[in-house]
């Protein structure tokens, strides 16, 4: 019997996320914080916390992303630490990325 391409990948990513909230778990644990308290400073529900543990694919990856920012776990995910930007620096950035944007058209040879 041919195995079917979508449920091959379906139980694949259905392993990656439970293994990502068993993880998220295990952070938990290790900070000493109950379901009750990681999620209270997730800003979410007891319940949503437990789906995300059991890797329910229906919760948002934003929840995910922030109740791995709770338990420490920002690296797991590969997600950036968040830092403070002061709008001058933002301003900075922009307008050297915008510089080298423009500079690399000029620099660009011509296609005949």
Known sequence: ??????????????????GIGEALRGYRLVKRLTQEQAAEQAGFSRQTLSRIERGDPSVAFGQVARYA???????MLSLPVPRKVNPEQRRVRLSQSER????????????A
């Open 100 to 111: 080298a944007r423009v500079q690399s058209k000029q620099t660009a040879p011509a296609i």
């Open 69 to 75: 920012e709770v338990v420490g776990a920002q690296r």
């Open 1 to 18: 019997m041919k195995v079917n391409q979508k449920s091959r990948v379906d139980t694949e990513l259905a392993q990656a996320l439970a």
